[in-house]
């Protein structure tokens, strides 16, 4: 396997008496996309809110292109490089779709406080920079032509892709994408496919988050099962979709049955 750029050891998360993430390992491999997978309830959006720093770890360690990010907050997470989108967006409806792709690029500044106070010239250079990078990431996502309207009068598979262009303008090293495909219709998905797929062959590491096992296969190239907590699988697809404990917790029955879901 390729080198991992993102290294999870035994992350582990209770709530109360519930181990919802119990000793997880996980490796991104760098460039590569990783996709986490499990029925609803399995731990999944605890395991990317862990590793956003959004929850504490009970135990286990994160580690991104050897830095260990164990236990910090989630603006220096993504400072650091691991970006997530969220399951339910959290867009700013009555601001445009340039401001709300804007407003993600806060964690990345680096020219302090003074200089943006008294918007020192480094300060303008940086901001026209990030300016120009929303927009050519709304131009490849195909809402250049939306950049100006407020995001609450857009169609919802829009709103999807102005959360992964707030994600990307932090210039991730990691992009974790939680459930992006909720929601969408199958054009939507397959344009989604798409663009993640060229994201990845321009080097991008990718944590996918999905539900959906047919969009998981097309895009992985290895694939972590997680079931009650704990992982349950980890290898290339193929594999994976035929291990008899993923058949059973994952569709729910067992190999070689005709039984629907
Ligand atoms: N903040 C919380 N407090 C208590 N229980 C939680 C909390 N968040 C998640 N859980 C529980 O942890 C388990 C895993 O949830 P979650 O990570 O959302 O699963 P998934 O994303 O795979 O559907 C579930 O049993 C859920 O009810
Ligand atoms: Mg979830």
Do not use: C
């Not at 009555?94 to 008294?118: D, I, K, M």
């Not at 959360?163 to 990307?168: D, G, Q, V, Y």
């Not at 495909?181 to 993640?196: D, F, H, K, P, T």
């Amino acid at each position: 396997m390729a080198e991992a750029i993102l290294t999870v050891r035994g992350l582990s998360r209770h709530f109360g008496g519930l181990q919802a993430v119990n000793g997880v390992n996980l490796e991104v491999p760098r460039g590569k996309l990783l996709a986490l997978i499990g029925p609803n309830g399995a731990g999944k959006s605890t395991t990317v809110n862990l590793l956003a720093g959004v929850l504490e770890p009970t135990a286990g360690s994160i580690a991104l292109d050897g830095r260990d990010l164990t236990g910090l907050p989630a603006h220096r997470v993504a400072g650091a490089g691991l970006v997530r989108t969220f399951q339910n967006g959290r867009l700013f409806k009555r601001l445009s779709v340039l401001e709300n792709v804007l407003v993600g690029a806060h964690a990345r500044h680096t020219t302090g406080f003074w200089s943006a106070v008294l918007r020192l010239p480094a300060f303008r250079a940086e901001e026209r920079a990030t300016r120009e990078l929303a927009l050519e990431l709304l131009d490849g996502l195909g809402l250049a032509g939306d950049a100006g309207r407020e995001v609450g009068e857009l169609p919802y598979g829009k709103q999807r892709k102005i959360e992964i262009a707030r994600a990307l303008i932090l210039k991730p090293q990691v992009l974790m994408l939680d459930e992006p495909a909720a929601g969408l219709n199958s054009g939507e998905v397959e344009e989604l496919i798409a663009y993640v797929s060229a994201l990845r062959a321009k080097g991008l590491s990718i944590l996918l988050i999905e539900h959906n096992m047919g969009l998981v296969m097309r895009l992985a190239d290895r694939i972590a099962v997680l079931n009650f907590g704990q992982l349950i699988a980890d290898g290339e697809p193929a594999q994976v979709r035929n291990t008899e404990a993923v058949i059973e917790a994952y569709l729910g029955r067992k190999k070689g049955s005709h039984a629907a879901r």
